[in-house]
């Protein structure tokens, strides 16, 4: 009976935390608008071929560079295609790069950075030179330098961004785990006997995964506009696929006649990045104990 009433205390209690955590998310303003703009993209992404009013990838030389019109509302570009359907597109390669970026480079990186900080040794020693030998290089270059090497297919576009971008992520997890590897509890699963990968999968990453997820979440945003980086350079997804980067590239032989080309996908660009970036803040503020106490005095 005392099992039973036990279990339902601790059900009870966990549904609290829950309450408690939903509560602080809806409160904070950053995290709720920076989720509602993710959730319009994602709308705008999986719904793209019932919002855009037109192929991405027709041609109509009969209306190059169109001014805004009511039937093309921002326009065509120099081969006639409409800019708008083709922004609308361009949310599913933007979304589908910052997914799978912060996918490979989350658990990479909480990987390696885990055992890093909790192995120590020559084993720490050696994956720190690695982590370091890549945070030497600035990331968007390094990405350009592996898509050069790969191609410029969308797979090699995410590998390599991904493998520019962990050895962020896999920095502050050791950073993190080094704070964590000391504490009681630790010693005590060490002293029960558990192996050193239990320990890192059981108590390590769970309790050092929030501040990681803050990174990561501002990495995507990053990663977006490292795609957009290597479209505009000709070395991303090759049109006639749309992209925002392409968008941009292909606008700028007319940017003096039609701006609004170039100028139209560069504010999807800068929208994404505001909402993944106030996702993140407001996760790091929820998250983080000190935060939510300096957040609570402040309001």
């Not at 270059?141 to 520019?164: E, H, K, M, Y």
Request: positive net charge; hydrophobic residues 50%.
């Amino acid at each position: 009976m005392s099992a039973t009433v036990d279990d339902i205390e601790i059900r009870e209690e966990a549904a609290q935390r829950r309450r408690a955590a939903i509560r602080r998310y809806a409160k904070h303003p950053g995290f709720v608008i920076g989720a509602c703009g993710i959730l319009v993209l994602l709308v705008v992404a999986l719904l793209a071929p019932w919002l855009a009013p037109h192929s991405p990838t027709r041609t109509d030389l009969m209306n190059t560079l169109a001014p805004p019109s009511a039937t093309y509302w921002l326009g065509t570009d120099q081969f006639g295609r409409d800019v708008l359907s083709r922004l609308i597109y361009g949310a599913q390669v933007s979304l589908q790069v910052g997914f799978f970026v912060v996918l490979i480079s989350l658990s990479a990186g909480t990987i390696l950075g885990a055992v890093a900080g909790y192995a120590g040794g020559w084993v720490e020693r050696a994956l720190v030179a690695a982590i370091d030998i890549l945070l030497a290089f600035p990331s968007f270059l390094l990405a350009l330098a592996l898509v050069a090497a790969r191609g410029n297919t969308l797979d090699s576009i995410i590998v390599a961004v991904a493998i520019a971008y962990t050895p962020r992520v896999a920095a502050v997890m050791r950073s993190v785990v080094l704070t964590i590897r000391p504490r009681p509890f630790i010693e005590a699963s060490r002293a029960i006997g558990l192996s050193p990968w239990k320990i890192i999968l059981r108590h390590i990453i769970p309790n050092a995964l929030p501040p990681v997820i803050v990174v990561a979440t501002v990495s995507a945003a990053t990663a977006i506009l490292a795609e957009a980086g290597l479209s505009f350079l000709g070395l991303g997804v090759q049109p006639p696929t749309p992209t925002w980067g392409n968008v941009i590239a292909e606008g700028q032989t007319s940017i003096t006649t039609n701006p609004l080309i170039s100028l139209s996908a560069g504010l999807c660009i800068a929208f994404t990045v505001i909402v993944l970036n106030l996702l993140g803040d407001g996760l790091r503020d929820t998250l983080d104990p000190q935060m939510r106490r300096n957040t609570g005095k402040l309001l």
